[in-house]
């Protein structure tokens, strides 16, 4: 027998992160075929972008994975690698209706623990693929140690997969630290963002790339936008971190095309033949869902916006501030809409109802920041008046408000969106409008992307820009990793008390806050 040991600090389960765990040749992005037909010898189906786990609880997780051809996704778990005593749970047949990808829940899991799981795909004829395997950890049901990643922001700006500096990299840094989950704020992909082989940089190096088919141009038809993730899954550290961090997804702009908005047209310098943004954003929505371990049944509108909680410490609300807001305009109207009145009524009533230490909001545009769209639009809350609430300032005052006013604590605010990593501290004292408790707002990225910033503040809301990091000239390439970021937030299972940390591609923490519990 094999006995593992922690190696540097690490322990044993993020070893098998950084490991060949869940690792695969690099796939084809061919469409999921069927070979049955007279005369056609029936093959072994295979798994061709590895696997993922998302949506976790405390009895089990959503696992994703991706055949190239109809045949039906098996998964099985176990309390160790051996897999004595597994589990089998049996998911949907994969099919080219959904591009070969599918997600099953399993569940009737022990909280708290972590769990190998083992996919492999079942042909009409009975063969099997090659499997792969991965690790989660199910939610506790007593106060435990709790680590978060998040960021956003993937191959955006025309940075792809390098293979010179050996991928998306900062994938296999998160790993190694160990998370029990990973909010991806959005961006997952770059849909509106074409690659070229290569890239000349300000100071004359090149920045090379991985190019397909689906990457080479803006992204219009579902085949192309379902081709957005497939590139993404071609990076072997991309694949080796989705198959043991459960993740929990949102999108924002680029799932769909550059600031979109509810009613948009894309301009017509952009190069789309299809311009309606609306039509748009229902292909951009059937390929995200296909794509990602999320399944919208779980969510409260049937779309993305859900809450998840990881036992009595955290829960999440994760939100979609793009399919319910107004069209990008001057943002001054007394009925401006960022969350739409379902989703605002539904975050003040989950907040309340909450009975965990620390309430996480993921909110993929940022509170506070002033965020253009061309010289006369906005593109989220802030719309550079630092007056009293309007536009779609108000939907945050409504939230804010209530928060105080049914004194919920531990609210804290996470977000990605301007490719650079700052911590903002919003106060009454220093606002406009000052109907709500002050609060933290946590802002990380890009993950492979050119990074920009820093934004300007709006003062409605009194935020204070205590930690800023931000390239010196915008649009720095990801090729020294200097300014690609995650953030980390840690929750200390005995004391309660929560620590963010932000850090760069290489795992170095520039910033670190810490919050003590509510209550103490």
Known sequence: MVVFRPVNGFSRRALLRTS??????????????????????????????????????????????RSDR??????????????????????????????????????GLPAGQQVHYRVTLE?????????LTGVFRTAPLAPADIRLHWSGDVAGQGYGINPDIGGMKIFSTMAARDPHLFLHSGDVVYADGPLEETVTLPDGRIWKNIVTEAKSAVAETLDQYRGQYAY??????????????????????????????????????????????????????????EWNPLDPAETAD??????????????????????YKDTNGANTSPDGRIFGPQQTRWLIDGLRASTATWKIVANDLPLGLVVPDGKAAFEGPANGDPGAPSGRES????????????????????????????????????????????FWEFVSGPLNAGAFGPNTLDGTFGPEAVFVHAPPEPGTSPLDGAYQ?????????????????????SGSVLFSQRLAAPGR
């Open 20 to 65: 060949a765990l869940g690792l695969v040749a690099a796939p084809a992005l061919a469409a999921c075929a069927n070979d049955s037909g007279p005369g056609l010898v029936r093959q072994r189906p295979a798994l061709t972008h590895g696997v993922a786990v998302g949506d976790p609880r405390s009895d089990g997780a959503l696992i994703w994975a």
């Open 70 to 107: 109809p045949a039906t996704l098996i998964v099985e778990t176990a309390a160790t690698e051996s897999f004595t005593d597994a589990k089998r749970f049996t998911g949907p047949l994969l099919t080219p209706d959904s591009d070969g990808t599918g997600r099953v829940r399993i569940s």
């Open 123 to 131: 042909g009409e004829d009975g063969a099997a693929s090659e499997p």
């Open 232 to 289: 993404n899954l071609t990076d072997d550290n991309v694949r080796r971190f989705n198959a043991s961090v459960a993740q929990l997804v949102q999108w924002d702009d680029h799932e769909t095309t550059n600031n979109w908005s509810p009613g948009g047209i894309v301009a017509a310098d952009k190069g789309y033949a299809e311009r309606d943004m609306n039509t748009l954003a229902t292909r951009a929505w059937q390929a995200f869902h």
């Open 302 to 323: 049937g779309r993305l916006y859900r809450k998840i909680s990881y036992g009595p410490l955290l829960d999440v609300f994760v939100l979609d501030m793009r399919t």
């Open 395 to 438: 939907e945050i005052a409504q939230v804010l408000s209530g928060i105080k006013a049914d004194r919920v604590q531990g609210v804290v605010w996470l977000t990605a969106d301007v490719h650079y990593t700052a911590a903002h501290h919003y106060s009454p004292e220093r606002a406009a409008f000052t109907d709500f408790d002050e």
């Open 485 to 505: 970021h995650f953030g980390e937030v840690s929750i200390d299972g005995r004391s309660r008390e929560l620590t963010v940390n932000l850090c760069d591609a």
